[in-house]
């Protein structure tokens, strides 16, 4: 069996017809970024408001540090392909898309709206 097809803990990812690890490394986004493509992909299916939050914290951890990202061309086609297939809401697209580009304060705003939808507040 492969890898891809495996999960421990839970079937958040083998759920998804595109999983966050494949996206990744489609992309060539980081460890940081990683973990924002990761929590924002499956906070509905895992932790809700928590996955947000983790997610969020990466994001603070990115803006403070100045990350940036150098990812392999077509990487904002491959976005889109990957919030079409697994039906996330544009919004959700758009953080990971900040993410990558590195406009953080967007992505730090669109998930306190995301957390503030889910019934959470803005920490």
Not at 61 to 87: A, S, T
Not at 95 to 111: Q, V
Request: aromatic share 12%; glycine share 8%.
């Amino acid at each position: 069996m492969s890898a891809i097809n495996e999960q421990v803990g839970g079937t958040h990812y083998k759920e998804m017809q595109y999983q966050p690890i494949k996206l990744i490394q489609k992309t060539g986004v980081d460890f940081f970024c990683g973990n924002v493509i990761k929590y924002v992909s499956r906070y509905k299916k895992k932790n809700g408001i928590e996955d947000l939050r983790k997610a969020k914290h990466y994001l603070e951890y990115m803006k403070e540090n100045n990350v940036r990202q150098r990812v392999y061309p077509d990487w904002v086609e491959e976005l889109d392909h990957y919030g079409w297939v697994n039906r996330m809401d544009k919004l959700e697209v758009c953080i990971i898309s900040y993410a990558i580009k590195g406009y953080y304060n967007l992505a730090l705003e669109s998930i306190d709206i995301l957390i503030n939808d889910e019934g959470g507040d803005n920490e």
